[in-house]
């Protein structure tokens, strides 16, 4: 039992400050900022979302989430059939694996 306990614990301690899938994002250099809309903005159920990506040594373009749900189909400019209430809109960096990098910017929104 000793040995199953110090196994756990070494485990514990290498995933410290690790992302959600289990591997730490890879920072390249990327840049992210949100444009529009403002933090705190009041907005209706489809929003422009304005944002700049700044390409580090790997980013080739920007994934969406919508309270933590990858948004499938964004087009890169609106995120559409938002309901009612108050939502966190991140963008994050991602490389041409689609797997996503460090850089990331996040707002939240009203919804009316």
């Not at 964004?74 to 309901?83: A, P, Q, R, S």
Request: with cysteine.
């Amino acid at each position: 039992m000793r040995r199953v306990g110090a196994v756990l614990a070494a485990v514990g301690l290498l995933t410290l400050g690790v992302g959600i899938n289990g591997f730490a994002a890879t920072d390249d250099g990327s840049k992210l900022t949100i444009k529009s809309p403002a933090s705190g903005a009041k907005v209706g159920k489809d929003i422009e979302l304005v944002y700049e990506l700044t390409k580090g040594s790997q980013a080739t373009h920007a994934h969406c989430f919508v309270d933590g749900e990858y948004q499938k189909g964004w087009d890169k400019k609106t995120v559409k059939g938002m309901t009612p209430g108050t939502h966190e809109i991140k963008v994050v960096a991602a490389d041409k694996d689609h797997q996503t990098l460090a850089a990331e910017a996040s707002v939240k929104v009203e919804v009316q």
